[in-house]
């Protein structure tokens, strides 16, 4: 009789096991989507960051980037849509030894929630966002947000965008962030590296990884693969640390600007010496 | 929890003032808000009042962060609350649901102010009651109290947070401009003899923590974050160990618990205040400030002969509809007096359920009812 070996028996345990829901698997993402490669590289990032794990705390909005909070074994919250800034900045203030995390989508964070991310970045919040762009919303179905390019299509913009989007670099530097990074999913190693920075960073740090959506955006704008929009990202990222963040603006087409665009110090909240708000023990 | 920054004794304060100091007293160790007339003095109060208690006090961008960073905030394990007035109770709705299903206790206090919309910004009304009950979407059940005095809504304050704490969710304050800018008499006890209900923790190691897995009365223990639970919470429709779960089955069971966690509890929650109902021809039954403007009506009515009892709801919801029924057995007709177009009259009369009639004394708001109008409802009652 043939003995399929069992997984505790014959394999190493995956180093990430500790850090997924494992029982949640398989996720709900479209195969060619960008958001396993961010999963996996966040965590990679929280390992190397060397943070204690039951002290981080990953929020969420509404999304596919949303689902995330879900797959995650850290104390871990899926929100409103446009909330996850403003849940965490209570979360952060009520409890500073956190590390708070928000992991959300363009359309979480910029439109609907685009309110909170400027006003926690004028704060500077101590928190780390991690904000997956994939220009366009997602879960609803592929209508055009505030990322997408000018005149890319979507199922609301059948004819070609007509608004100017969002460059985010420049929104979260003008907010007031300490830490601006963007990289693509081609850019992996890059991409850990700078989510650990921003970890460790103390105050609003803001990660900007432009992603493959490949059911909706790729489809409807001539790369309709995962892999074309991997490919289209390889031959047009450039990588110009310390660029200003005014310059950075993303098209349908052309040059996507990458690299650590601010790394500064500013005081933050919750500053040293903040109260421990009577936590219920 | 240390007495320092308890304001023990006798105070002549307002009512908005009053709210601060019971949430000091309860041990609200957050607020996050947004400023907006006639809710603001809370928040100037708690902004001078927390840094003493080793608090936090957070202005958002508006009401919509302020009931999310609230939520944020309980669930670092913290007492927290906001305050605001119709306008920001409207935007505050999205997260008060989202405080309902991810059941964190916190507490939120409408002075309310005449709507609709902008309406009449420094004036009373209360118009907010059935968006108190409804006002988020979906299905769940609420407690709100209705204080009539700044005393009361120094207790009553108190009493949301045990309240909050007891049952994992959202308790309403309803107050109004008139209560919240009246200055009266406050007294707070010493700390010693307020009674607080503390957070209800896990009994499990935290391999077997589930967070949405409940006590036999049906309301979840509740970790904090950050204490190595790792648990996930999510507003979508969820199991008992805190995982999205679309099905019909998954909804019915987790919607018809956060019910009954409410309904089945109504007795230990609901608190009314009765005058000589027993051998009344008729019950005067309203709420907050109107209940006081009401109690002349009612002196003259009994200096006129007439038998007529006074019911004040201090509890809203749940709706005190078991006694309501009862009293209905008894009365010719409630005169339900409340400043807006009927609202609380319509749950009188659904408890009345035909037995007594209802008579509804509307007041558009801006001002309190003239005791003349509801002294003549009274009248119209018993003929
Ligand atoms: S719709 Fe787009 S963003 Fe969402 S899971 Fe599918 S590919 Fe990813």
Sequence with gaps: ?281 | MSDRGHLEGEHFMSGDDACAEGAISAGCRFFAGYPITPATEIAERMSDRLPEVDGTYIQMEDELGSMAAVVGASCGGVKAMTATSGPGFSLMMENIGLGIMLETPCVVVNVQRAGPSTGLPTMVAQGDMMQARWGSHGCYSIIAVSPDSPQEVYDLTIKAFNLAERFRLPVLVMTDAAVGHMYEKVVIPPLSEIELVPRRRPNVPPEEYWPYMPDDDLVPPMANTGEGYRFHATGLTHDEQGYPEMTAEAQDRLVRRLVEKVERYRDEIIEVEEDSIEGSEVVVCTYGITARVAMIAVERARQEGIRVGMLRLITIWPFPQDRISEIARQVKAFVVPEINYGQISLEVERSAAGRAGTILVPHMGGDVHNPETILEAIRQAVK
């Design chain 1, 1 to 281: 009789m043939n003995v399929i070996a069992t997984t505790d028996e014959t394999q190493e345990k995956h180093p990430l096991e500790d850090y997924l829901r494992v029982d949640r698997l398989p996720h709900i993402w479209c195969p060619g989507c960008g958001l396993g490669t961010i999963l996996g590289a966040f965590l990679r990032s929280l390992l190397e960051s060397g943070l204690p794990p039951d002290k981080v705390s990953v929020i969420s909005g509404i999304g596919c980037t949303g689902r995330v909070a879900g797959y995650i074994n850290l104390d871990s919250f899926h929100t409103t849509h446009g909330r996850a800034v403003a849940f965490a900045t209570g979360l952060k203030l009520a409890n500073p030894e956190l590390k708070v995390v928000v992991f959300s989508g363009d359309g979480d964070l910029a439109a609907i929630g685009g309110n909170h991310l400027i006003h926690a970045g004028r704060r500077n919040i101590d928190m780390t966002i991690l904000c997956v762009n994939n220009f366009n919303y997602g879960m609803t179905g592929g209508q055009f947000g505030p990322t997408t390019p000018e005149t890319a299509r979507s199922t609301t913009s059948r004819a070609g965008n007509i608004e100017n989007p969002f460059n985010m670099p420049a929104l979260a530097a003008a907010s007031g962030a300490v830490y601006v990074a963007r990289w693509t999913t081609a850019q992996v190693h890059q991409m850990q590296r700078s989510i650990t920075e921003a970890l460790l960073k103390k105050g609003f740090s803001f990660v900007e990884i432009i992603s493959p959506c490949p059911t909706y955006y790729g489809r409807m704008n001539r790369q309709p693969t995962g892999l074309d929009q991997m490919r289209y990202y390889r031959s047009n990222s450039i990588v110009r640390h310390g660029a200003n963040p005014n310059e950075v603006g993303v098209g349908i087409s052309g040059q996507i600007v990458t690299g650590k665009f601010i790394d500064v110090e500013r005081p933050y909240m919750p500053g040293p010496g903040n109260g421990d708000n009577g936590r219920q023990t």
